[in-house]
């Protein structure tokens, strides 16, 4: 068995739905370079630990400060 064959691959409209974001708007974040796209044939296919790794790299983490404001502005 390939590495390759190992990942667990997803069309743009799978991770799309992972993301809650459009297949064409994978396709777009691919091609601004903020999610890696593999080509197989004439589709793009996109690794689900790729997916993965871009949520966890968007995770914000706040401040007592941010929550003291957030509370102050309701």
Avoid: C
Avoid at 7 to 22: D, E, M, R, Y
Avoid at 49 to 66: C, L, P
């Amino acid at each position: 068995m390939s590495n390759e064959s190992k990942h667990n691959w997803l069309t743009a409209n799978q991770a799309g739905k992972v993301l809650g974001v459009s297949g064409r708007t994978v396709i777009r974040m691919m091609e601004d370079g903020d999610l890696p796209g593999y080509k197989i044939g004439s589709v793009w296919k996109f690794k689900q630990e790729d997916v993965d790794t871009y949520i966890e790299s968007r995770r914000f983490q706040g401040t007592k400060a941010d929550t003291k404001s957030d509370k102050s502005v309701a």
